[in-house]
């Protein structure tokens, strides 16, 4: 009888054990970054995201950049995504990592100083006149309802997002929510750029 008993208490420690390893493991998985929708609405990070930019009519020649996520993971609280080039400061096609907070700050990652650079602030902060430090740049929101024209369709509400350096070089970045950088320019300003230089949004494919 006592065997019995020793038996049966035995399987009911089991059963509850496994139970609760069970509901821990879930909840540990739903808390997961990794598996949560993106923390910032205007930069959807999921892997094999792709844009394709093209130099703003008219032109004579077509210049094409293209922009991928390679890779998104968790990193504790944060997210970081690999971005197969960056080239809305420099036209730079080099691979290039971002942290997003989870308030939804976007840091891009130097790899000259070794740091996160904020590149863009929480969706929060998104008001006019609004302004932080990018590494060497300047930024500031300079508005939150511009339309833009892409090359196949407008989009209408984007936040327009103004970077300066050493009154030197200026890049212009427009965002829409749920699609991302959708205009940008990068251009010379001590002495000027003649004929600024746009690229819009030629087309895209995003995860869902």
Known sequence: MVSKFI????????????????????????????????SNDYFPLRTGNKWEYINEAPRE?????????NDVKSDGKDIVAELSSFPFFSKSQEITKLR??????????????????????????FSKGYSWQFGEWKGF??????????????????VFLNFSIYFTFSAEVWIAKDKGIVKWGYNRT??????????VLNKMSLAK
Do not use: H, W
């Not at 020649?61 to 996520?69: A, G, I, M, Q, R």
């Not at 700050?105 to 602030?121: A, G, S, W, Y």
């Open 190 to 199: 001590n002495p000027p750029t003649l004929k600024p230089q746009y690229y």
């Open 100 to 125: 997003v907070k989870p308030d939804g700050e976007i840091f891009v990652f130097n790899n000259k100083t070794n740091k996160d650079e904020l590149f863009m602030p929480s969706p929060s902060s």
């Open 61 to 69: 020649e077509t210049e094409l950049y293209s922009v991928e996520v």
């Open 141 to 158: 929101v300079g508005s939150t309802k511009d339309s833009v024209r892409a090359e196949n369709e407008t989009f209408n509400n984007c």
């Open 7 to 38: 038996i049966i208490s035995s399987f009911i420690i089991f059963t509850a054990g496994f139970s609760n390893f069970s509901c821990n493991s879930s909840d540990k998985e739903l808390k997961d970054p990794s598996v949560t929708k993106e």
